[in-house]
Structure formats: structure tokens, C-alpha cells
Nanobody, 121 residues
Framework: QVQLVESGGGLVQPGGSLRLSCTASGGISSIDAMGWYRQAPGKQRELVADAISGGATNYADSVKGRFTISRDNAKNTVYLQMNTLRPEDTAVYYC???????????????WGQGTQVTVSS
């Protein structure tokens, strides 16, 4: 089965940095987009950053200039470099992949299990 496994979360002080990684594995034909969402307690899940095949990227306004998303297509891996972290960045971060499976015409969305990012002094 398809699995998305995240790593890199943790506790950092305001102004610090973290780098998240997510690797997709399983019977995957291709990955059209990989990105990151986050959800804080009591809040809705929101898009953080998305990377589309071909190089296009999309960022939430709140993270523009601070976060950078990148992909290693050969490894089916997406990264999120998070700099100048703020307490309001505290959330569970979820990896997302929009991918295609062998013999299937449609794209499917898969989610990782989530990794906790806590920004606190």
C-alpha cells in the first residue's frame, strides 16, 4: 500500500528552524504534487505549501518568505525547510501527496500520519 512517512518535527524556540521530510512508498505510478498541511488544536487544517510537478509552488501567506518546499522526485520525497519559526506555527504537520496508481485513471490523495512541530520558549 501507499505510505507517506514524515520526520523532522520537534520542539524549537521562536526564530529557530526545522526541516521536515516526507517519503512516499508503495505501488506508485507517479506523483503529481506533494505538499504540507498543518492543523493546530481547535483550528481547521490548512495548506502550508504545495509543490507541483514541473516546479510550481504554492505557499500560505503566513509562511511566505520563511518556509521553502522542495522535492526530490527520484526519492519520492518532499521537504519543508522552516525558518524564523513563530509560536503560531505550532501544529501537527501532515504530508500530502496527489498521486497515480498503476492501472488507475484517477489521481488519489494520500496523507501522512503527521509530525508535531512546537515553537515555544
Amino acid at each position: 500500500q501507499v505510505q507517506l512517512v514524515e520526520s523532522g518535527g520537534g520542539l524549537v524556540q521562536p526564530g529557530g528552524s526545522l526541516r521536515l521530510s516526507c517519503t512516499a512508498s508503495g505501488g506508485i505510478s507517479s506523483i503529481d504534487a506533494m505538499g504540507w498541511y498543518r492543523q493546530a488544536p481547535g483550528k481547521q487544517r490548512e495548506l502550508v505549501a504545495d509543490a507541483i510537478s514541473g516546479g510550481a509552488t504554492n505557499y500560505a501567506d503566513s509562511v511566505k518568505g520563511r518556509f521553502t518546499i522542495s522535492r526530490d522526485n527520484a526519492k519520492n520525497t518532499v521537504y519543508l525547510q522552516m525558518n524564523t519559526l513563530r509560536p503560531e506555527d505550532t501544529a501537527v504537520y501532515y504530508c500530502k501527496a496527489d498521486l497515480r496508481l498503476p492501472g488507475m485513471l484517477s489521481r488519489f490523495r494520500y496523507w501522512g500520519q503527521g509530525t508535531q512541530v512546537t515553537v515555544s520558549s
